[in-house]
């Protein structure tokens, strides 16, 4: 039941990752990326490239591949989001759907990717390094996803609630005139938005990589589950964002434990809840009902 | 609307050619034959997507579930039923297309209560479902599918190769004559309207949720007719053909052919459909450049290709109105400005009062934008609501119109009990509404907009506009004739053939007040009407509603011009804050302190 609930935890903190890079560009543009998914697993892929090219260990690899990602979301929002806005709110959803046609299909062209899933090599020790609590065995892995999602979130908190550019940053994505009148740069907070939020997904894409390998065409999956996570836990909201990660990374994990269940059944059963809790609770659990049509 | 029919329905019959043109040419070439099978198929499915994301602006990425449901159908259907191939193969299709449309009908139902971010996302989780239902459902063949899935067979005749490609495309002639039809009658007026402005649709009497769920069911049962006519004619269904790749390759197609043209998604599927298969062996790189391109068409393009051909043609000039009806004879203009028909005959019986307002409240967080409102209105009267800017008069006239919900209190039309009904209920019973900012359709002409108006009178069926039956078309033409004869009560009649968003703003008005006519409301509220018209366009509007009036209309009218307001009211409210202050004939309004105090306050 431990082992679960950590295994649940340790694919949710992925899914947190993703609801929340969800968020951000949300917050920043006012559409869904549905793009979000496919740059987790080509994050995940570049630092597979930091390891075999360069060499270098995971924690450097991690950290390369989040700046990669920062500069990827950069062109993304100036290329692609910026100027599709232009065209209207459906356009620019579309747009992000093009994108997720062009990395779907375009990281299986880039040579040393592949279309196959790969192992990134572990955090500390050997994947399968576990411990024993309480009678449960716990990969090691998993408690470095824990700590590094913890890692992310605190510092998320720190820039957007205690530094003056990540308020701007709100600032101008709650109201952009408003922001626009007291001199915040609105176009530059949103690349920036943008860019942080590929650079979490990127982050997101490597941390997980050990356990859950890194490339391959789950990036729709790993998307629509982090649209569940954010709207199960309340799209507005990072906490929710971050809570409904875990909750669908767990009820997942429990769904497939279950006696007489087959593997393949548990993400149908996964959307339908999501449907379902769209239909119940709109707002999510965390947030204003501002979901819900007036 | 008509405009971009018109150039939609004239485009048909070139594409026809084509087809027609290059099946001749694929004689040769059974790879040619098999592209413009597929491209015929694929055109089916898209021509609903357009329809779902042109005409009622809601995307779906989910139609690949709708696909697999027609495909899974025909492939269970043929090779399980005990039944001769001539029976089962026309059930199975019929089986298809029905559980992709009552799919549709579901998913509308679900997503629709959500806007536009949820819904794209729902669309997707039901493709996903019925992605994962396939793959699990051992009947279904789990993930290797249903194989040897047999050809069309009508009694001797077996249709596949050569043949299929002219199949498929009778098909998706139909489906696109149908479409058309469909776009020309009433619903596609009402899809027009709800594309336009959602608002101004429902307090029309437009069920405006209704015709979104229509338009998805719809879209659901043309992708189950391509899933059903696909798995014919490749012979195996597998779960990962009818995946979200799929939904997104129709989604590509009518964004580079143009959304809301029939002639748009047959001009992206045709594409699309020959790419696919001449580029088979560019896999990946294809879809890289499916990609690419989508986000250059709506950045360059965001109308399709179909749209850069519109505009191209554009240039030419246009002959003049040329919509049927247009050449008949005008109804004489009355000789009273707004004389109706007929009178008012329905509406409160005696005693009953029109509209009667119990205790209504609404409040905005914390603030209490109108606060515990009564009044009972008597039929045939003019009464004026004034106040101060903010005093909540436009939420009051929210809450009588059903739009938003109230706070408290009870609101009675001719002595049904309202409250919590949506608008396009309450404009139903007989209420008609004017926006403060004039809420026309813009992209649609004057005589479209007045013909909304009386949207509620037209009866035709779904079926009937889908088949052009002389009974759609009669309606139609009648509507026609109803907003024309409306028009000319008003003497708008030359600007007919005006688009909405290009008229003058005192003209913004006045058709705005036609189009709340033509429905023949017996209560009607006017949202400051006056608002920014000059003295001429005053006096006509004070003729037109003294007019109505004396046709016995109920009139609630919010306006800021005292003169005109006292000039024409029986009676006056003064709303301050929230709370009505006064209430009475204008004389006794006029000189009552507590208004003199609101308007020029109190400190000289």
Not at chain 1, 67 to 95: D, H, N
Request: net charge positive; charged share 15%.
């Amino acid at each position: 039941m431990l082992q679960l609930l950590v295994a649940g935890l340790t694919v949710g903190s992925g899914y947190a990752l993703v609801a929340l890079g969800i968020h951000i560009v949300l917050r920043a543009t006012r559409i869904i990326n549905f793009a979000q998914g496919e740059f987790t697993i080509v994050g995940g892929l570049i630092a597979l490239t930091f390891v075999q090219v360069l060499h270098v260990n995971t924690w450097i690899a991690l950290a390369g591949a989040t700046l990669v990602g920062f500069g990827l979301g950069l062109l993304f929002e100036r290329l692609v989001l910026r100027p599709a806005a232009r065209s209207g709110e459906m356009a620019l959803t579309i747009a992000t759907i093009g994108m997720v046609s062009i990395l779907l299909y375009g990281h299986a062209l880039v040579p040393g990717w592949g279309s196959l899933p790969q192992p990134l090599p572990a955090f500390s020790g050997d994947v399968s390094d576990a411990v024993a609590i309480g009678g449960a065995s716990i990969q090691i892995q998993s408690l470095w996803v824990l700590a590094l999602l913890l890692l992310a979130l605190a510092l998320l908190y720190v820039f957007f609630d205690r530094t003056y550019y990540g308020k701007a940053i709100r600032a101008a994505a709650n109201n952009p005139a408003g922001a626009r009148l007291i001199g915040i740069d609105v176009t530059n907070a949103r690349s920036v938005s943008v860019g942080l939020a590929i650079a979490l997904a990127a982050y997101g894409g490597t941390i997980i990589g050990p356990i859950t390998l890194v490339g391959g065409a789950g990036g729709v999956v790993i998307a629509i589950k982090g649209f569940v996570a954010a709207i199960v836990g309340g799209l507005e909201s990072p906490a929710g964002c971050v809570l409904g990660g875990l909750l669908v990374g767990v009820v997942e994990k429990l769904i497939q434990g279950l006696p007489g269940v087959s593997y393949g059944i548990s993400d149908p059963i996964v959307y339908a809840l999501l449907l379902l809790a769209l239909l119940i609770r709109p707002q999510g659990l965390i947030g204003a009902r501002s979901a819900v049509r007036d | 609307m008509i405009a971009r029919l018109r150039a939609d329905a004239r485009a048909l019959p070139v594409l026809a050619a084509l087809v027609v043109a290059f099946g001749i040419a694929a004689a040769w070439n059974p790879t040619f034959a098999q592209a413009g099978t597929y491209a015929a198929i694929y055109a089916i499915a898209a021509i609903g997507l357009s329809l779902l994301m042109g005409n009622v602006n809601q995307i779906s990425i989910g139609q690949a579930g709708f696909f697999g449901i027609g495909a899974y159908a025909v492939a269970y259907g043929t090779t399980s039923w005990t039944l001769p191939q001539a029976a089962a193969w026309p059930l199975a299709v019929l089986l298809g297309v029905v559980s992709a449309a009552l799919a549709g009908l579901a998913v509308g139902f679900i997503a629709l209560r959500f806007r536009g971010h949820y819904l794209a996302v729902a669309t997707l989780a039901f493709g996903l479902i019925c992605v994962g239902v396939f793959h699990e459902s051992a009947i279904l063949g789990g993930a290797i599918g249903i194989q040897d899935v047999p050809y069309p067979q009508f009694g001797a005749l077996t249709i596949s190769g050569y043949p299929a490609y002219w199949f498929a495309w009778a098909v998706a002639a139909l489906v696109a004559f149908a479409s058309i039809n469909l776009l020309r009658g009433r619903t596609g007026r009402a899809f027009e309207t709800i594309r336009n402005d959602e608002l101004a649709a429902e307090v029309l009497g437009i069920p405006t949720r209704r015709f979104k769920i229509l338009a998805f069911a719809y879209a659901g049962a043309l992708a189950g007719l391509a899933g059903a006519i696909y798995a014919s004619f490749l012979g195996i269904v597998v779960p990962d053909a009818v995946s979200v790749p799929l939904s997104i390759t129709l989604l590509l197609m009518v964004v580079l052919g143009g959304s809301g043209s029939v002639s748009g998604a047959l001009i992206g599927a045709a594409i699309l459909g020959v790419i696919d298969i001449s580029g088979h062996q560019f896999e990946n790189s294809r879809e890289v450049a499916y990609g690419v391109l989508v986000i250059v068409v709506v950045i360059a393009a965001p109308g399709g290709l179909f749209g850069l051909l519109r505009n191209l043609a554009k240039a030419r000039p246009r002959p003049p109105l040329d919509e049927p009806g247009a050449t008949r004879a005008m109804p004489a203009a009355a000789t009273r400005v707004v004389a109706r028909a007929a009178p008012v005959e329905s509406g409160a019986p005696a005693g009953v009062a029109p509209l009667a307002v119990e205790g209504v409240t609404k409040r905005f967080g914390g603030l209490v934008a109108v606060n515990r409102v009564s009044f009972a209105l008597e039929r045939g009267t003019l009464t004026s609501l004034i106040g101060p800017n903010g005093a909540g008069k436009t939420t009051l006239f929210n809450a009588i119109s059903g739009v938003g919900t109230l706070s408290d209190g009870r609101i009675a039309i001719a002595g049904t009990d309202v409250t919590g009904w949506q608008p396009h209920r309450i404009a139903a019973l007989g209420v008609g509404r004017t926006f403060q900012n004039a809420r026309l359709f813009g992209e649609m002409t004057v005589l479209e907009n007045v013909m909304a108006g009386s949207f509620r009178r037209e009866r035709t069926s779904f079926g009937a506009d889908l088949l052009a039956l002389p009974s759609a078309r009669r309606a139609s033409r009648e509507a026609i004739d109803r907003a024309r004869a409306t028009l000319a009560r008003l003497e708008l009649e030359p600007l007919a053939g005006t688009l909405a968003r290009d008229l003058a703003f005192g003209d913004r008005r006045r058709v705005e007040l036609a189009r709340a006519v033509a429905a023949d409301p017996w209560l009607l509220l006017v949202d400051e009407p006056a608002a920014g018209l000059n003295a001429n366009e005053r006096a006509t509007l004070q003729r037109d509603l003294l007019a109505l009036r004396d046709d016995g209309v109920t009139l609630l009218l919010i306006e800021h011009d005292m003169r005109l307001v006292m000039s024409i009211s029986e009676r006056v409210m003064v709303l301050k804050f929230g709370t009505m202050i006064a209430d009475g004939p204008p004389e006794h309004v006029r000189n009552d302190a507590a208004v003199v105090a609101a308007y020029l306050g109190t400190g000289a």
